[in-house]
């Protein structure tokens, strides 16, 4: 395959690689996560998603679009959760014809310095994870019941839905693109922890193959945190009415393959 940080793009026109960010008062953190990106990956493309973000961040990303082409923003009316905003972002990126998606979070917490490495991966793989809980993997700065939290979670979801995955609920991705194109995006309608392990796990339905690779994962320095209690109590409730519908046979899913780790 043809290395998606310098490809020029499919015979059709097509565009090659493409990062999702979406945002929602992340004016403190934008730029130098923007900016570690174009170090690490110089021909991403970048689409900042912003959910009218009340401290200005969507003013500041069109400031970034306007001084550098690599840079789009697509201004959303309100906040909608981030779910949504990657579902927006992803259909964008398909309309424009991407090869490559990315998704990450602006806080930081996402290292652009291991997207090359997760870009590599993606040479015999369809769906690439920045994983925290594989080896080489960690977690930096984060209280521990935030951690046991994230690590029962991944635990409880690899049992109720019988894979392999050992971060399922990770955030940082990197999709071909004729993925996205046939995971029904339409669909979804997931947030949070529960979007991330939807996302994957309807990729392991269809068969595709999905790899881990290890990140340091370091809790943001800036603004606060978009978890609660209540995306946690709906990722449970749904990952246990899949696992059941799945050992039932009933609907899509009832013979998931295993995806592999690194």
């Known amino acids: 395959m043809a290395d998606p940080r310098t490809e020029d793009g499919a015979e059709d026109g097509g565009r090659s690689l493409l990062v999702v960010i979406p945002t929602y008062n992340e004016r403190d953190n934008l730029g130098p996560i923007v900016e570690r990106l174009n170090a690490a990956v110089p021909a991403a493309d970048v689409l900042v998603v912003d959910d009218a973000s009340p401290d200005g961040t969507g003013e500041l990303a069109d400031k ?103 971060d399922i609920t990770a955030g940082y991705r990197v999709f071909r693109g004729h993925v996205l194109a046939e995971l029904a995006l339409g669909e979804v309608n997931s947030q949070g922890y529960c979007f991330q392990i939807d996302m994957a796990w309807r990729a392991v339905r269809s068969g595709f193959r999905v790899r881990e690779v290890p990140i340091t994962f370091t809790e943001r320095e800036r603004g606060s945190s978009k978890m609660s209690g209540s995306i946690v109590r709906e990722a449970l409730w749904r990952v246990t009415q899949w696992g059941v519908s799945s050992r039932l046979g009933l609907g899509e899913g009832d013979h998931p393959r295993d995806a592999v780790s690194a």
Do not use: C
């Open 64 to 166: 970034l679009a306007a001084d550098d082409d690599r840079i789009s923003v697509l201004h959303r009316e309100g906040k909608e959760g981030l779910g949504a905003a990657y579902l927006a972002g992803f259909s964008w990126a398909l309309e424009h014809g991407y090869q490559t998606v990315v998704q990450m979070d602006a806080d930081g917490s996402h290292p652009p310095e291991s997207l090359p490495d997760m870009l590599d991966e993606l040479s015999d793989a369809d769906l690439v994870l920045g994983s925290r809980y594989v080896a080489g993997g960690s977690v930096v700065n984060w209280p521990k019941h935030r951690e046991l939290l994230s690590r029962g979670g991944n635990l409880y979801s690899r049992l109720a839905l019988g894979v392999q995955i050992r």
